[in-house]
């Protein structure tokens, strides 16, 4: 199992069957670790994923910038007829989520069997898996996500703060 990571944030594959993905996070997710998120994500959602399960059990910190990229993400999926899934979130981030009042748009579940659920049985990957999603999941994209975001206008989307967008 292939898990790539910065300073701040690891994502590691865990199952995948067809256009779903269940991706752990681990560490922080925030300003510092926003390019790697990006980029890393966007190689998942570029592929074709467009169903995805975030198991955040070792998140241990996601600010108002973190709560941004998973906005950005669930807009995107939904604008390819996906969704985004929250499993095992935490009570910080869970009061992130309660206090802006974002679980409204991102669902969260108790397990990744409770998320899995949700979804058709004809999408869900084995769970627990049974082997890795190493080579079956990208995890760095030839074109930076925020490239197609950008283009489509994504209200979530971090902007420069200086409006220097390119």
Same mark, same amino acid.
């Given at each position: 199992m292939r898990s790539r990571e910065n300073d701040r944030l690891a994502i590691t594959p865990l199952a995948v069957k067809d256009e779903c993905a269940v991706i752990r996070f681990s560490g922080e997710l925030d300003q510092g670790s926003e390019e790697f998120y990006l980029d890393r994500i966007g190689a998942v959602v570029a592929t074709g994923y467009r169903h995805l399960v975030l198991d955040v059990t070792a998140l +241990? *910190? #996601? !600010? $108002? =910038?973190g709560l941004? #990229? @998973? @906005?950005? /993400? =669930?807009? @995107? /999926?939904?604008r390819r007829e996906g969704s985004l899934l929250l499993a095992c979130v935490g009570r910080r981030l869970a009061a992130v989520l309660s206090l802006?009042? %974002?679980t409204d748009m991102l669902p969260v *579940? %108790? $397990? +990744? %069997?409770e998320a899995l659920r949700s979804l058709p049985a004809d999408q869900r990957p084995d769970w627990p898996p049974t082997e890795s999603a190493g080579p079956d999941i990208p995890l760095h994209s030839p074109e930076p996500l925020e490239t197609s975001w950008q283009k489509d206008a994504n209200p979530h989307f971090p902007r420069d703060p200086e409006g220097? !967008? %390119?």
């Open positions: +241990v *910190f #996601c !600010d $108002s =910038r941004n #990229c @998973l @906005l950005a /993400l =669930r807009w @995107l /999926l939904q802006t009042g %974002s *579940f %108790s $397990s +990744v %069997s220097m !967008d %390119s």
